[in-house]
Structures are given as C-alpha cells and as structure tokens.
C-alpha cells in the first residue's frame, strides 16, 4: 500500500475499508475548493437499478494494485449522505456531510461552496 495521488484514475476500481471489505466502486472525486486537493470520493453502491453514490474522505487514503483503500469502515461509508446516480451535492448538503464523519465543516469565506466535483 502507498499513499493514493491521482485519484481520478483510479476511476471504477475497488474502494474497500480498513478491514478490506469493498464499499463499492470510485465514481468522482471531489476537491475542497480552498485547496484544489481531494477531500472526497463518490463510491458507486447498491444493487443493479438501484445503485446511489455515497461520500466517503479520502484524507489518509492508501491505494493497492486493485483497490484504494480509506479509512472509514463500510457500515459508516454505506449510511452517509448520497446522491443519485445523476444526482448533485448541494451547497446545503455539505454541512451534514462534514458531520456524518466528524469532520469539521468552514465554508468559504463568502458563504461558497466547501466541494467540487473533478
């Protein structure tokens, strides 16, 4: 395991938790909008027809051949706020986000948004 760069590579393949159960599959990745670094992943779960995208930090996150692994387990990543498949995270939604995983939450300056999709 290493440190994971470039993450929008790692497009489709594995996301799992620390004990290496799969989450699901990285669909995007978001980036705090103060530092254009990434802060989150969008992780494709569910079942066929019924799949949704659940967010997951990437603050720590290590990457195998096969998989970029976080360090949030699969029940904490599988309950956070999600999206449609198609769907947005608003503005509105990011506080909530922020607390699902203790994360501490400081729009910008001007009320902006914290997170944008790369």
Known sequence: MFPAENLRDWRGEKVIDPAGDKIGELEAVYVDTATDEPAFVTVKVGFIGRHKLVFVPVGGATVSPSAVRV???KKLASEAPSIDLDGELTAAD???LYAH???GY???ASGER???RR
Request: aromatic share 14%; net charge neutral.
């Open 106 to 108: 400081q729009p910008g």
């Open 94 to 96: 990011e506080p909530a």
């Open 114 to 116: 914290r997170l944008g």
């Open 71 to 73: 360090r949030f387990d």
């Open 101 to 103: 995983y203790g994360l």
